[in-house]
């Protein structure tokens, strides 16, 4: 059985960092490729970063570029995004995704909350 299970998420003031995980069970996040969503109250879910199997190569939307990264750490079968520079328009629920052919997993969300 596929388990994705988000942490970290937290209130935090605009300008400051977060670091939310997803650790992974009944799959290797080094055999997937392993994104991050986010979705706002009232909004559609929306692509935040992905880091892709075997290549590694990663991909943020235009809204996070240059503030968030996401890395995998296969030892501990997990991925994480680094969030700097909060926004409040950060703030949504952060889903963790695991995409391999036609399998999907997700998570079931992590809350980000930024305001002071």
């Known amino acids: 059985q596929v388990q994705l299970v988000e942490s970290g998420g937290s209130l935090v003031q605009p300008g400051g960092s977060l670091r939310i995980s997803c650790a992974a069970s009944?799959?290797?996040?080094?055999?997937?490729?392993m994104s991050w969503y986010r979705q706002a109250p009232g909004k559609e879910r929306e692509f935040v970063a992905s880091?892709?199997?075997?290549?590694?190569?990663?991909t943020y939307a235009d809204s996070v570029k240059g503030r968030f990264t996401i890395s995998r750490d296969n030892d501990k079968n997990s991925v994480s995004l680094q969030m700097n520079n909060l926004k409040s328009d950060d703030t949504a629920v952060y889903y963790c995704?695991?995409?391999?052919?036609?399998?999907?997993?997700w998570g079931q969300g992590t809350q980000v909350t930024v305001s002071s």
């Open positions: 995704k695991a995409l391999r052919s036609t399998n999907t997993y």
């Open positions: 880091s892709r199997r075997i290549s590694g190569v990663t």
């Open positions: 009944g799959l290797f996040v080094s055999d997937y490729t």
